[in-house]
């Protein structure tokens, strides 16, 4: 498994944009799907974006298509996530997850290691 750690969450206007970091340990990062969740106050974690070990494939769920873009930098063990038109539905605490499937995929039982999340507020 591998350790994560996210970073980059805060408070933004409506509109506006945030770009999230996580930051994985070990030498087997570059092997694993990543995602990224998100669980809005009250509610269940949901799916947000994955992208495969080499960064050619991706999936998004259907609210953020279009607005928030997730990519990899293997060299330096990191995924991030690049959100733009925010709205105040974004609201969440924001997860970075690995997974050893070969594709991206939005089932969070397919991830074992998962970061300690960090938080997104957008004002409106």
């Known amino acids: 498994q591998v350790q994560l750690v996210e970073s980059g969450g805060g408070l933004v206007q409506a509109g506006g944009s945030l770009r999230l970091s996580c930051a994985g340990t070990g030498r087997t990062f570059s092997t694993y799907t990543m995602g990224w969740f998100r669980q809005p106050p009250g509610l269940e974690r949901e799916f947000g974006a994955s992208?495969?070990?080499?960064?050619?494939?991706?999936k998004y769920e259907d609210s953020v298509k279009g607005r928030f873009t997730i990519s990899r930098d293997n060299a330096k063990n990191t995924v991030y996530l690049q959100m733009n038109s925010l709205k105040s539905d974004d609201t969440a605490v924001y997860y970075c997850?690995?997974?050893?499937?070969?594709?991206?995929?939005?089932?969070?039982?397919?991830?074992?290691?998962w970061g300690q999340g960090t938080q997104v507020t957008v004002s409106s």
């Open positions: 997850a690995a997974s050893p499937l070969i594709i991206p995929t939005m089932a969070d039982a397919a991830f074992h290691s």
């Open positions: 992208i495969n070990w080499s960064g050619s494939s991706t």
